[in-house]
């Protein structure tokens, strides 16, 4: 078993861990739910290595494309699941959880590969990949898995068919980028994960608008 990905984590992660203990509020939770992506990393590193060979798939493209996600998805969706679960956060606070949990594994991921595809670093385009695009979507694919979790737990009957389309979602996302990637177009497909985070911004920055519109209202009256 290769343990340079658990050991990636458990040195990056370290110091964050230490920081737990000095910060508080939304800080706090931000730096938990990181170092529980950076666990998810290392989980799924192992998860999809003991996966591939017991599948008997050998080709990378295939396992990346329909194994990997699912893997993946539901191994970030762990923590989400549970904090929606146990604390019922608001829908921000589930979608900056998600967030942070995917930029957690995407950052402990991106560290790997560049320590096990060293001659590739000097290209522009891979690091751009790497740096922005993949990472990104690992954050987008738990932030929209956390946010369909707060609707659904919200509601008592959308409980297992909001986990499951929730869950659905992410993989379907994380499958087609996978999948995209690998072909003539994946010049266009790096910029993906950009429009939906744009999109993501823009929602969030109107939720804020209608939420700072009810509480001038409500001093009003």
């Known amino acids: 078993m290769d343990l340079s990905l658990i050991n990636i984590a458990l040195c990056i992660g ?6 737990i203990v000095l910060t508080d509020g939304e800080t706090r939770r931000f730096i938990v739910f990181l170092v529980l992506g950076f666990a998810c990393c290392a989980v799924a590193g192992m998860a999809n290595e003991y996966i591939q060979a ?13 194994y990997g996600p699912v ?3 539901v191994i970030k969706m762990m923590p989400v699941l549970v904090y929606c679960l146990i604390f019922k956060p608001n829908r921000k606070d589930s979608i900056m959880s998600g967030m942070s949990v995917g930029i957690g594994f995407g950052a402990i991921e991106n560290v790997y590969y560049i320590i096990s595809h060293v001659s590739k670093v000097t290209s522009i385009q ?8 993949t990472a990104l979507m690992h954050a987008l694919c738990t932030a929209v898995v956390a946010y369909m979790l707060e609707i659904a737990y919200r509601r008592k009957k959308l409980y297992l068919p909001g986990t499951v389309a929730a869950l659905a979602l992410a993989i379907t996302y994380h499958s087609v980028y996978n999948i995209l990637v690998k ?20 929602y969030l920055g109107r939720e804020d608008k209608k939420k700072n519109q009810r509480e001038e209202s409500y001093e009003k009256e």
């Open 14 to 19: 370290a110091p964050f861990i230490l920081a």
């Open 54 to 66: 017991s599948s008997g798939v050998r080709e990378e493209f295939i396992y990346s494309s329909y």
């Open 71 to 73: 893997v993946e998805e």
């Open 126 to 133: 891979w690091i751009v990949a790497r740096g922005f695009a």
């Open 183 to 202: 072909t003539d177009y994946k010049d266009i497909v790096l910029f993906m994960p950009i429009l939906t985070y744009l999109v993501m911004l823009i």
